[in-house]
């Protein structure tokens, strides 16, 4: 039986606060840890906070509802491809108390809708195939697989989504 559904609330925030640390730090240590074997070593790399500061993007912090942090996410402009305005999700990480209660989905919608704000018309991600969750919430929110966009030793899929203007609501 699935966890049931928390209140969330879902914040931008400036990508130094202490907080933010504290997730990223817990998101690259798990992310080393269960790395796959047979993809080699697992590259620590985070965004500089700077690329998460409007106008070339935003990051967002959920807390549930005793106002502790659940899970945070990034959104960060990246170069054009042709005519559109691409912007690429990062650091998408829920603690494990979070886990299946609605804390990704509701990550998601906020920077989808910053997407938008920002003037993006596409988002788009990269993600690795042994994070079976995470690529099944992407495919379900209409991410369709793409080639590489990157050179991310990480990852092995890539994903993108067009941007609907009405995705401010």
């Known amino acids: 039986m699935a966890p049931d559904r928390i209140p969330v609330t879902v914040r931008t925030v400036p990508a130094d606060l202490p907080e933010v640390d504290a997730l990223l730090d817990a998101y690259l240590d798990e992310r080393e840890a ?3 074997s047979a993809q080699g070593s697992y590259a620590r790399k985070r965004t500089p ?5 409007p106008p ?9 509802e005793d106002d502790v942090p659940v899970g945070c996410g990034g959104l960060r402009r990246i170069a054009d491809d042709g005519d559109e305005v691409r ?3 990062k650091h998408v990480f829920v603690t494990p108390q979070g886990r299946g209660r609605g804390v990704a989905t509701a990550l998601m919608d906020e920077l989808e809708r910053a ?4 003037g993006a018309t596409a988002i788009v991600l990269d993600t690795n195939d042994s994070l079976v969750a995470a690529g099944a919430m992407y495919r379900s ?3 369709a697989r793409i080639a590489p966009f990157n050179d991310n030793p990480n990852a092995t899929a890539w994903y993108r989504k067009a941007v609907t ?3 401010t609501e």
Request: aromatic share 20%; proline share 7%; hydrophobic share 45%.
């Open 56 to 64: 070339r993007g935003v990051f967002a912090l959920a807390y549930d």
């Open 34 to 36: 269960t790395f796959p």
């Open 141 to 143: 929110r209409g991410y």
């Open 115 to 118: 997407g938008a704000r920002l």
């Open 87 to 89: 912007f690429e999700v």
């Open 165 to 167: 203007p009405d995705a």
């Open 49 to 53: 906070a700077v690329e998460f500061t």
